[in-house]
């Protein structure tokens, strides 16, 4: 394992080499001792990983391969992050996510607790790139919410909670709770009888 910083890894991880942790942020280039990743009990972390400086991650985490996770991220508790994700800096991530392989979370992105994102699923955070840091806006995902492969969410989009994103959907505006968004752009219908998660 490659490290940078102080990092704090759980009782019972399991890494899968090579797995770099602490990684600095630019504003920590050149700094010594500086916070690294703290990551809680019981943690998967395999080949390819790279978890930056300034994050913490709740017990039972895992990753599959190839997963970038950038600073200042907070992320809760029994998330498992697919291969080739990325995560960008200054997120929140709740307790129990599924994160599919290749979905892409913006910087600023707030996720709440089990959310479920399919492949491929791209959040987006700047309407006219290449806009300044000022001008970001992330999205919002509710509890409860499912996003579907190949989704594009547009910046400063919420998601209500228990809504659902459609396989191909481009959400262009807030889906309301308990909704079903369909389409490019997504427009909304009622969820069908059974479709409801919880």
């Known amino acids: 394992m490659i490290e940078y910083g102080h990092?704090?890894?759980?009782?019972?991880?399991t890494i899968f080499e090579p797995v770099t942790l602490g990684f600095p942020s630019r504003d920590r280039i050149g700094e010594e001792g500086y916070r690294g990743a703290t990551i809680g009990r019981g943690a998967v972390l395999r080949s390819g990983t790279i978890i930056y400086c300034d994050v913490s991650i709740g017990d039972d985490f895992q990753t599959g391969h190839?997963?970038?996770?950038?600073?200042k991220t907070f992320i809760g508790d029994r998330v498992a992050v697919g291969t080739a994700v990325v995560?960008?800096?200054?997120?929140?991530?709740?307790?129990d996510v599924r994160l599919q392989s290749l979905v892409?979370?913006?910087?600023?992105t707030r996720v709440g607790n089990r959310v479920f994102?399919?492949?491929?699923?791209?959040l987006t955070n700047d309407r006219y790139p290449p806009g300044s840091h000022a001008s970001l806006q992330a999205p919002v995902i509710g509890d409860d919410a499912v996003i579907g492969a190949n989704a594009t969410i547009l910046p400063g989009v919420t998601v209500g909670e228990g809504a659902f994103i459609a396989a191909g959907a481009v959400v262009t505006k807030d889906v309301p709770s308990?909704?079903?968004a369909v389409g490019a752009p997504a427009r909304f219908r009622p969820m069908p009888p059974g479709a409801?998660?919880?």
């Open 178 to 180: 308990g909704m079903l």
């Open 196 to 198: 409801a998660r919880r």
């Open 7 to 13: 990092n704090v890894l759980g009782e019972g991880a």
């Open 104 to 108: 892409y979370i913006p910087t600023g």
């Open 66 to 71: 190839n997963v970038l996770i950038r600073e």
């Open 117 to 122: 994102i399919g492949p491929n699923a791209v």
């Open 87 to 95: 995560i960008e800096g200054d997120c929140t991530i709740g307790d």
